[in-house]
Structure formats: structure tokens, C-alpha cells
């Protein structure tokens, strides 16, 4: 099997000082390959490109409009974790704007499994898109002809490891969760600016995530995030209807609550709810479930993850690792 690295995405500061001098990360700083995978082979309307050898047109219209969509899957111990999901979530994504995705989701299916097999991975990340593909200079979808899919497979971590166990601060943006009416963020669209100034804002007041609040103030979720909090034995998560995406990692913790006999309840949540909480955590495929124990400057809780948290976590990383898609061929 071909050596990887793991490269830490969006990787946080570490605030406690003696852990900046004990914590490294998980690639030294030197020249590296962007997927952490040597001889990388990314996958292009059905043909395998070397990482060097990888491109798109510049008339491509996701590049020149965002126009397209995309989905993060993780796989696990030589399995695709909630594979069949994340592609469902891709083909709704595509219909909701006008996309017609080139291939079937079978075909797709072997598609994904096939990178990660070129890759000679059992644990990674795989970023699957679709662009509406090569068109003119103008808006109109209608000039792109032959839609075109990517998928790239990579060894990534979004957060060191050291954050799961301490948890992650984060502060409230400026930046309003994007109206349903206007694009809708169960969309997963290659156009993310919106999440990308929200990040902006965290980078900027020193914090590891932005928490996003809606058009009527309350939480929507954070850039890359679900947001859930923990009150008197009892999990609460915003609703999708308050511009959550509907995760699918958020839907795996539907499922374990259920097995641990916690009930989790979908109501809007304010700031005040999320300073008040005695856990708080944020749920994503990148992120997988992530403590936080600091919001716009308040200590939650008793300012260290909790114990639902920890129940969560451990239970998650045991179901990613028993179950999914196999791999090989």
C-alpha cells in the first residue's frame, strides 16, 4: 500500500499554550500534495488524471458561476460510509436546479469506489461534484451541453485531533444564513461564498467556527456544520427549515440518541439557548462530531465537553468503522 499523509483542513489555533508547545499538526510545514495521497489519480467524466494533469476548462460554468454541486463522503476501515444517502442528497441537489447528472447512480456508485480503489485507500475522504460544464461567457445554462463529474479522493482530518478532546471556541457572524428563497441551502452548490465570508469572520475574531444565524435571528448552523446543544438530558437541533442542511451525519446522531435512549427534538434555537446549554456540538462528514466549549466568549457548560458528547462521539466512531460500502471490487 502507497504511504499518506493526513492534511488538516481549516485547522484551528490552539488556545491553550501548553498545548501549542506539545500539539503538532498532522503535516509538517513543507511542500505537500493537496489529496495527501502520492501519485493521486482524479477522476474526470470517466477517465483518471494524475493530481499535475487533473483540469477543467476555464469556460467551465461551475468555475464561472458556481454553477454545480457537490457532496464530502468519508469512508472508513475499507468502507463508504452512508454512501447510497450522500448520493440521494447529490441527485435531489441536482434536480432542484435543472442539472441532469451524466450517469446513473449505479454507474456513480462504481465510480466512487473505483477512485478510492486507483487511490489504494481504506480511510479517507472522497469530494464528489458536478459541474454544468463547458458554455460561453454567459449566464445561461443552456450553452452547457455535457455536464461534467469530478471526484477526488483525499487523507484528510478537518480538525486535529486535540479539539475533539478539548472542544472548539466559536463566535457569532455577521453573516446571515442564506434564505431559502433565495438559494436554498439544502442545495449543496458549488457556490459557498456565503459560508466562506461567515468563515472570514471566525479567522478574523481568533474563534474555529462561525455560528450562522437565519433572517430571523435564529441559529441555521455553522460554515461546514450542524449545530447541536445538550439541556437537561435532552438533545435540541435546529430545524431544516431554519436553513440547516440536512446532514447526514446530522441524521446519524437522530439515530444513536434514539439507541442511547436521548431524545432529540428539532426547534428553533436562539444565541442565548446556545450560552446557556450544558454541551454543545457540531456535526458534519468532514468534521464527523466535534465538541464546543466556548461561544462568543461564554464558557458552556463547565467549559469541557460533556458527557452526552463523549457518549455521541464514541458511538459514532464505532459505526463508521462496522459499517458502509465495501470497497473492494
Known sequence: MKTTDVTVLDEPKIHDPSAEAVIEPAVESRPRRTTGVKEAKIYIDGKFYSEANAKISVFDHGLLYGDGIFEGIRFYNGRVFRLEEHLHRLWDSARSICLEIPMTMRNMTEAVLETIRQNHLRDGYIRLLVT???????????????????????????????????????????????????????????????????????????????????????????????????????????????????????????????????????????????????????????????????????????????????RIIARFRQVTRETGTPISA
Open 132 to 310: 454544468r460544464g463547458i458554455g460561453n461567457l454567459g449566464l445561461n445554462p443552456t450553452q452547457c451541453k455535457s455536464p461534467s463529474v469530478i471526484i477526488i479522493a483525499a487523507t484528510i482530518a478537518l480538525y486535529h485531533e486535540d479539539f475533539y478532546k478539548k472542544g472548539l471556541t466559536i463566535v457569532t457572524c455577521a453573516t446571515r444564513r442564506s434564505n431559502p428563497a433565495a438559494l436554498n441551502p439544502a442545495v449543496k452548490s458549488l457556490n459557498y461564498l456565503n459560508n466562506v465570508m461567515a468563515r472570514v469572520e471566525a479567522n478574523l475574531a481568533g474563534a474555529d467556527e462561525a455560528l450562522m444565524l437565519n433572517d430571523a435571528g435564529n441559529v441555521a448552523e455553522c460554515t461546514a456544520d450542524n449545530v447541536f446543544i445538550v439541556k437537561h438530558g435532552q438533545i435540541f437541533t435546529p430545524p431544516v427549515a431554519s436553513g440547516a442542511l440536512r446532514g447526514i451525519t446530522r441524521s446519524v446522531v437522530f439515530e444513536i440518541a434514539a439507541e442511547l435512549g436521548v431524545k432529540v427534538r428539532e426547534t428553533d434555537i436562539t444565541r442565548h439557548d446556545v450560552f446557556v446549554a450544558d454541551e454543545c456540538f457540531l456535526t458534519g462528514t468532514a468534521a464527523e462530531i466535534v465538541p464546543v466549549v466556548k461561544a462568543d466568549g461564554r464558557s458552556i457548560g463547565n467549559g469541557k465537553p460533556g458527557p452526552v458528547t463523549a
